[in-house]
């Protein structure tokens, strides 16, 4: 007996705001898509790499901290 798979796609209106938040931000990250669902503010990374940047500019190298922030909050992982 020879089995034949068939797919099918359909397209469904889905309201987002139907959706809990914290729901949506799960399913990010198990897609592993996670990566600044913890609100992290735009003008702080860009402070951060304003910091990095000066530092590197002037030769000074002690810039893991602000760099170990701003990782975390564009990925929202911990090295």
Known sequence: MTYKTIYTE??????????????LIEELENRGVGYNTKGVDADEMRLLLESIWHKRRLGNHD???????????VLGKII
């Open 63 to 73: 810039y893991q901290q602000e760099l170990d922030r701003l990782i975390y909050g």
């Open 10 to 23: 359909v397209e469904v209106d889905v309201d987002m705001s139907e959706f809990e938040t914290d729901d």
